[in-house]
């Protein structure tokens, strides 16, 4: 009688540890799944901001080459951002860095985890072409390498005063 006894007691641990086992596996996964959830987040969010701070700065190239004025340096004081001196050169902003932090606000080139980088393209006296390239400097493998998370093609016409001439 006492054999039996063991027989039942060994087959409830052997169930046990199989139910342990089965529990453990599916813990682990439940826990892959919510980490890759949270980076998927995470990058969902980055790259709507990313959309919306190149938004923000094409709307300001727009403003300041339609208006001849220089908002985008007041707004973001510490980019550098380069003007041509001549007024209708076409590489106004061409080069020009604006470093955002973790928060996507406008920072120094030491704090920065983003960095929009704006690129003139072949333009004319009457249309500009850039391409605005938001990067992720986090995610970076090494210093040399960046991730580029959103760019933006952009033309901006500009209007000649009447009686102007070419």
Not at 28 to 35: E, K, P
Not at 112 to 128: F, G, H, K, N, P
């Amino acid at each position: 009688m006492r054999h039996k006894t063991n027989t039942r007691s060994s087959l409830f641990l052997m169930e046990l540890i199989i139910a342990i086992l089965f529990f453990s596996l599916a813990s682990a996964v439940c826990l892959r799944m919510f980490a890759k959830s949270h980076q998927l987040s995470t990058d969902a969010s980055a790259g709507n901001q990313a959309v919306n701070q190149t938004v923000n700065v094409a709307e300001l190239i727009r403003y300041d080459l339609q208006n001849n004025t220089r908002t985008l340096s007041d707004t973001y004081p510490e980019a550098d951002i380069l003007y041509s001196v001549v007024s209708n050169a076409a590489d106004v902003y061409n080069g020009s860095v604006i470093y955002f932090n973790k928060s996507w606000e406008s920072c120094s080139a030491e704090l920065a985890e983003y960095r929009l980088v704006i690129q003139a393209q072949d333009s004319s006296a009457t249309l500009r072409k850039y391409v605005l390239s938001m990067y992720s400097l986090s995610d970076a493998v090494d210093s040399d390498t960046t991730n580029c998370i959103y760019e933006l093609p952009l033309s901006i016409h500009i209007a000649r005063e009447a009686g102007a001439h070419e």
